[in-house]
């Protein structure tokens, strides 16, 4: 259209064409491998972060936790948004942590005591209140997180039981082999969780 125009010339199209592929297929690896990608880029990323993150100092502010949950779900998306809840109405006390400012506000105001922060980030383990949890359950999206969290909690020594939900049975196999004490699958294991 540009061309019919007059707007670009036909020397363009071709070089707006390769463009267009070039980053349509990049793009589809880079969502496929965001959390690897993330993982080594994050040193360089600091640059781009806001001095003064608003939204997330005030979420962190604003949290009510309870003071001693039965249980601690890490990653509240599809799977750890429904389970939190779930719990939470079989008279357990639940404290959701999630990486998402919003979604931490949102489930807060829903009635679910929230935490926003870095289920891996220490200084952030250390403020929760994990003493006196039976059970502390991932269901974090990506299996690097979820085989990292069990050494992140250890080394908190934290005493109680771990559930890592496994998306498919290949993550649930490597997870089993990297040392992970409970790896449920939600379409073929049921949890029975009680409180201590």
Same mark, same amino acid.
């Given at each position: 259209? =540009?061309?019919?125009? +007059?707007?670009?010339? !036909?020397? @363009?199209?071709?070089?707006?064409?390769? &463009? +267009?592929?070039?980053?349509? @297929?990049? !793009?589809?690896?880079?969502?496929?491998?965001?959390?690897?990608?993330?993982?080594?880029?994050?040193?360089?990323?600091?640059?781009?972060?806001?001095?003064? /993150?608003?939204?997330?100092?005030?979420?962190? *502010?604003?949290?009510? #936790?309870?003071?001693? /949950?039965?249980?601690?779900?890490?990653?509240?998306? $599809?799977?750890? =948004? *429904?389970? #939190?809840?779930?719990?939470?109405? @079989?008279?357990?006390?639940?404290? +959701?942590?999630?990486?998402?400012?919003?979604? %931490? $506000?949102?489930?807060?105001?829903? +009635?679910?005591?929230? $935490?926003?922060?870095?289920?891996?980030?220490?200084?952030?383990?250390? !403020?929760?209140?994990?003493?006196? #949890?039976a059970w502390v359950i991932s269901?974090l999206p990506d299996i690097e !997180?979820?085989?990292?969290?069990?050494? &992140?909690?250890?080394? $908190?020594?934290?005493?109680?039981? &771990? #559930?890592?939900? %496994?998306?498919?049975?290949?993550?649930?196999?490597?997870?089993?082999?990297? =040392?992970? /004490?409970?790896? @449920?699958? /939600?379409s073929i294991t049921r949890l029975?969780?009680?409180? *201590?």
């Amino acid at each position: 259209m =540009g061309i019919s125009l +007059g707007h670009v010339g !036909s020397s @363009a199209l071709g070089l707006t064409t390769l &463009v +267009g592929l070039v980053t349509i @297929a990049l !793009s589809t690896y880079m969502i496929l491998y965001s959390y690897p990608l993330h993982e080594r880029l994050m040193p360089w990323l600091g640059m781009f972060e806001r001095r003064c /993150p608003h939204r997330e100092l005030a979420v962190e *502010r604003d949290h009510r #936790a309870p003071d001693q /949950p039965d249980v601690v779900v890490f990653g509240l998306g $599809r799977y750890g =948004g *429904r389970l #939190a809840p779930g719990l939470q109405e @079989a008279k357990l006390g639940v404290l +959701g942590v999630d990486f998402d400012p919003e979604l %931490a $506000r949102t489930l807060r105001h829903k +009635g679910l005591p929230t $935490r926003f922060g870095d289920g891996l980030d220490h200084d952030f383990l250390e !403020s929760l209140p994990l003493d006196n #949890a039976a059970w502390v359950i991932s269901t974090l999206p990506d299996i690097e !997180s979820n085989r990292a969290l069990p050494h &992140v909690l250890k080394e $908190r020594r934290y005493q109680g039981g &771990v #559930a890592i939900v %496994a998306r498919e049975e290949k993550d649930g196999s490597a997870l089993k082999q990297a =040392g992970a /004490p409970t790896v @449920a699958m /939600p379409s073929i294991t049921r949890l029975s969780i009680s409180p *201590r």
